[in-house]
């Protein structure tokens, strides 16, 4: 199947209805089915745009609204994370170095050490720390002068346009920088973790404990242990413009540790700080302070650690959800490709890419890479444009594997639909992204029916009080179910979640 054919395809609709609009005697089964699906109530007042296509042919199986703007939320991934693949290309590695710009004589450095980032969101403690080793390795004893931060391949525009501020201090909506650390092996940059544990006895202060351990965030402890059993009202927030943590409400008596993400203020201070940590520990002291500064031209690299590959980034940023890889994914295409680590020149790039594959970019606006701003409006059949077109694309099945998968218990596998359509035709069958801001979800993806024919699909809905990811998830149900032949007289329910599972209607949830 040649791109070209595919997007000459896709770009001509052969059904569209309007919501609310009468069935036709010329819908098909498959038609009226789906229709009788968005006739729910939670769609009164709201949007719903959905689009079925054929992925082989292209063929337009069902369009509502397909050419509609909606906010996507998480849908938005699918823009920069293709782009991603295919202008970076899988095998791009991110890398940190350490610099110094006088001479090492007798394991002292007279000047300055330089810690550079290039924009890999995926450092953790331990690189740092094998960043220390290497210097202990090469002789470096001391350091006279500072340690600088130096985070300049990006520029210092740290928050997203139209991110809300209420979300600042969120694990989901960290500062972006070029030099950064996550906690986790989630890889959530930017952020630290604050652990707690209830005290010996009621009213006692709770335990806490910070990771990594770091001196960039002070923490202000005031939560006390509630009597056993009773409910956790424990908030972990850090101040606007400070990396000054509250901790406050109660935590019950016997309760299992707790770990809450928070955002860090500046996080390439706060990468400096857990290396100048793990130089000490090699035995390696640093006379000055941690600085952010550029590295001069000219100085020598004594250290350098690299990334996964953006290809092996895929799994984690897709199945998870992880807003700051996309973010860092767009600022990196835009120095790669334009000498510039902005959004700008970044969203410039992934407009490129996605143009080039056939989607109108005139009908649509993207503002980050992640879909955390509200600002980004694109169309379902943008959507299910693009996923029509990557099929073709070398990097495709290293890309389609790292999509949620539904109704897959294992979370690096079934990622944010790991709770959704269990048991069903869907499950282990549908691949696809999920998106959630409030008031906005979305489903799109792939999808094989009952015949072995695989679709395409995408799903929108704004602007609703009650949510219709039920109905996603219905609708994917069907599609999975459906048979040219044998239609199923019909759609069948997807299993309702267990008691005992969580129900978030956030896919950035960390309980979830």
Partial sequence: MAAAAVVAVAAGAVFSQAVGSSASADDTPLQTQLDQLLTNSAYTGSQVDLVVRDATTGETLYNRNGGNRLMPASNTKFFSSTAALA?????????????????????KLKGNL?????????????DYIALAKQLKTAGVTRVGGDLIADDFYFDHVRLGDGWAGDDESSYYSAQISALTLAPNNDLDSGTAIIETLPGAAAGDPVKLNTVPANDVLKVVN??????????????????????TVRVSGSFPL?????????????????????????????????????????TPAGATVLAKDESMTVGELMNPFMKLSNNMHAEHLVKTMGAVKKGQGTWSAGLSVVNE???????????????????????????????????????????????????????????FTGGTLSARMRNTPAANNLHGKTGSLTGATALSGYVTNKDGRKLVFSMLSNNYITSPRPVEDQVGVLLASWSDQTPPAAAIAPESRQSTQPVCESEWVKAC
Avoid: C, M
């Fill in 353 to 411: 890419y996605v143009k080039s594959k056939g989607v109108d970019t005139s009908s649509i606006r993207l503002s980050d890479g992640s879909g955390l701003a509200r600002k980004v409006n694109v169309t379902a059949n943008s959507i299910s444009t693009l996923l029509l077109a990557v099929q073709t694309e070398p990097w495709f099945q290293q890309w389609y594997a790292a999509l949620p998968i539904a109704g897959n218990p294992d979370r």
């Fill in 87 to 107: 202008v970076l290309g899988p095998s791009f590695r991110f890398h940190t170095d350490v610099l110094a710009s006088a001479p090492v004589k007798n394991g």
């Fill in 114 to 126: 330089y810690l550079k980032g290039y924009g890999d969101p995926t450092t953790l403690e331990a």
């Fill in 254 to 294: 016997g309760a299992a540790k707790s770990s809450k993400w928070v955002t860090v203020w500046e996080p390439e201070l706060y990468a400096a700080d857990v290396f100048r940590r793990a130089l000490t520990a090699e035995g390696i002291t640093v006379s000055g302070r941690i600085k952010n500064a550029a």
């Fill in 222 to 243: 005031t939560a006390t242990t509630g009597a056993t059993g009773s409910a956790s009202t424990l908030v972990v927030e850090r101040e606007h413009g400070t990396n």
